[in-house]
């Protein structure tokens, strides 16, 4: 059976290496993905600082993690980057990724159909991917949420494409598990 995609703010003291987490940005507009590595630490894919400030709102430098949160641009240009950074600088709130849920579920929330590896899996493959890459950023085809689904499902999955590509129509989604009017 599959899991709720109910969407619960965690307690940082209840999370575990390998957990996949987010964070909302611009007031709910976008979700942020990484790994819990442990130590209130996360690896994240971040599109670099030339979004830096209006993507993550926290500008760094961070004494814990050089302020690998988008920082304040530089005039450097690069085109993603997986790092790690503190929770503090990662986001707000943070909420814990469900997995597991129906392909219906999965496509009105944040959380994926797939079923994921282990935690320590994902841990690993975060460490991995902190070293040698995750490509080009882009927020439909290759952003954070592919990014930490890679680690923990080995797919990347984003309902982000799907959103772009039919818009409204998924707002038909809403209905399909309601039943008939009761008319």
Known sequence: MAE?????????????PGDHI??????GVFTH???????????????GPTIGNE??????????????NGGSGDG??????VVKSCLHCFGDK????????????????TCC??????????LETANEKLNTGFGVYDTVKNNSEHFATFCRAGKRYSVQP????FGDKLDAIENIDAGPDEN
């Open 4 to 16: 709720t995609s109910e969407i619960i703010e965690i307690d940082i003291t209840k999370l575990q």
């Open 22 to 27: 987010f964070t909302y940005l611009l007031e």
């Open 33 to 47: 993905h990484g790994i819990y590595v442990g130590d209130e630490m996360v690896i994240h894919f971040i599109p």
């Open 55 to 68: 993507e993550f709102p926290k500008s760094g430098p961070c004494e814990r993690c050089q302020g690998y």
């Open 76 to 81: 450097v240009i690069m085109t993603g980057k």
């Open 94 to 109: 943070k909420f814990l990724y469900k997995y597991g849920v129906s392909w219906v579920e999965a496509l009105k929330s």
């Open 113 to 122: 159909p797939y079923q994921s590896k282990s935690l320590q899996e994902g």
């Open 162 to 165: 799907l959103i772009d590509k």
